[in-house]
């Protein structure tokens, strides 16, 4: 009998795809996951100091579509709050970048992105301050143990009713039904909604406004760099 092996014994090697065809699938995953499951976002700024610092990478929950008082959220615009998208690029290539961004969260987007704290809800009423001054919801003060460095106020000598004001006081602002009111943890570095309701009479037209819809869902954890690993405190 005969040792060698017959065409059916042999060993086959399974063909792999393509490169490009990997890359492609590859590619794909990440959007779905980034889409609908998790998305990484870097903090550009020192806004929402101490609790996120400058060159912090965060994982945003896709799947979480409720918004609670002092969650740290993500949202999207264009140039201004106001703008869904950032205005269209003149170069062919910066929009195909745009398009592979969008699509796999890599890379510049046609979208802005900012993070900050949800301080005040649909239909809440949202003013500052109290006589030591702090920021309240519906009349009743807010115990907010993540702030950092606020803008300066001192009762009875620098405050809501003294010459000059305290900067850190804003007029009543009764956020609309489908909006939020979001604040920065580094109060005194912070473009956010009451940017340009401090030391106004009227904070219905100050108050630059967050749609719910534009909100990409809360940060979970701080997961870079590994000295500052961890939740975010509420």
């Known amino acids: 009998m005969s040792d060698a092996e017959s065409p059916g014994d042999r060993p086959t090697r399974r063909r792999r795809l393509p490169w490009f065809t990997e890359v492609v699938v590859a590619l794909v995953a990440v959007a779905l996951v980034q889409a609908f499951l998790v998305k990484p976002f870097g903090v550009p700024s020192q806004s929402m ?117 305290s900067t850190r006081c804003f007029p009543e602002i009764r956020v609309p039904r489908d909006s939020l009111l979001v604040l920065g943890d580094h109060r005194s570095q912070s473009a956010d909604s009451v940017i340009g309701c401090r030391g106004a009479v009227d904070g219905q037209e100050c108050a630059r406004l967050v749609p719910v819809s534009r909100v990409v869902g809360p940060v979970v954890v701080r997961f870079w760099p590994p000295s500052h690993l961890g939740g975010i405190p509420r």
């Open 49 to 165: 100091e101490d609790t996120l610092r400058v060159g912090d990478r965060i994982l945003v929950n896709r799947l979480d579509d409720t918004v609670e008082r002092r969650d740290v959220v993500v949202f999207g615009h264009g140039a201004s709050w106001q703008d869904r998208e950032l205005p269209p690029a003149d170069s062919p290539l910066v929009r195909a970048a745009r398009w592979v961004g969008d699509l796999t969260g890599i890379g510049p987007s046609s979208t802005a992105y900012t993070v900050k704290r949800v301080v005040g809800l649909p239909e809440d009423r949202v003013a500052c301050c109290t006589d030591d001054g702090r920021v309240t919801v519906d009349g009743q003060a807010l115990d907010e143990p993540y702030v950092y460095e606020d803008l300066p106020f001192e009762p009875g000598s620098l405050d809501c009713g003294s010459t000059p004001r």
